[in-house]
């Protein structure tokens, strides 16, 4: 008799969780589930302005608010909504963080609305033409009752022409009331920066995603998504 083989998403389970969030991402990158999978379109809007809190003697410090929001459709129509508001702040180059409230709207489910409060910490050294970003967001789920961390990372060439980035990012997100991690994506896509005046910066990311969920759930799921995140900066 053949001996059975574990899934992809076993082997996931089984190990440890150490290493980089790239090296989990390669692990559900090639599915083992054998129905068919759902598709997703998501768009994200970010519009947010700064300012330099001290020109001549820190010129990489500044200061400002933003507002984001994210959606997302299936078949149905739209079946997802988080709206954000906060706040940004550079310190250095290659070290910023952003405090910000949410909620999420479930219109296709009629599920009640979500609150959260998160911190998110962004450092993004670059090495020659790459850019290495690692973020890590810590997020209190209030209405929910529970803590998850959220750890992205992400490698992007910045080409010679200067507007085109290519990138990859995997990341992974554990939830304190389940003590694993419950959510895995892996994405690529490419940014594009448009020509931009000192104070105005325009900047389009578009992607293809394969992200897999077993919160609250007895084993993986997977879904297939392209998206769009629109951001102006001033």
């Known amino acids: 008799m053949l001996e059975r083989r574990p899934s992809v998403h076993q082997r996931v389970r089984r190990a440890p969780v150490c290493g980089s969030v790239l090296g989990l991402v390669v692990l559900v990158a090639f599915p083992g589930a054998a129905h068919a999978e759902p598709f997703e379109a998501r768009t994200y809007l970010d519009i947010g302005a700064e300012w330099r809190l001290a020109p001549s003697r820190a010129p990489s410090l500044r200061l400002g608010p933003f507002a984001r929001e994210e959606s997302r459709f299936r078949g149905t129509g739209l079946s997802y909504v988080k709206a954000?508001?906060?706040?940004?702040?550079?310190?250095?180059?290659?070290?910023?963080?952003?405090?910000?409230?949410?909620?999420?709207?479930?219109?296709?489910s009629g599920r009640p609305q979500a609150h959260i409060?998160?911190?998110?910490?962004?450092?993004?050294?670059?090495?020659?033409?790459?850019?290495?970003?690692d973020k890590s967001g810590f997020e209190g789920h209030i209405t929910d009752g529970f803590f998850r961390y959220r750890n992205a990372l992400e490698l992007r060439w910045e080409s010679p022409l200067g507007w085109l980035a290519p990138f990859v990012q995997g990341e992974l997100r554990v939830d304190s009331d389940a003590a694993r991690v419950n959510l895995l994506d892996?994405?690529?896509?490419?940014?594009?920066?448009?020509p931009h005046e000192e104070r105005a910066r325009l900047s389009l990311r578009t992607f293809y995603c394969y992200e897999t969920n077993r919160r609250?759930?007895?084993?993986?799921?997977?879904?297939?998504?392209?998206?769009a995140a629109l951001a102006a900066a001033f």
């Open 117 to 133: 409060a998160a911190l998110d910490v962004f450092v993004a050294p670059k090495p020659g033409p790459f850019v290495v970003s």
């Open 84 to 108: 954000f508001a906060g706040g940004r702040i550079t310190l250095l180059p290659w070290l910023c963080a952003a405090a910000y409230y949410a909620h999420k709207d479930f219109p296709a």
């Open 186 to 194: 892996a994405r690529a896509g490419v940014l594009l920066t448009l």
């Open 216 to 227: 609250g759930k007895p084993g993986w799921s997977g879904v297939h998504l392209l998206g």
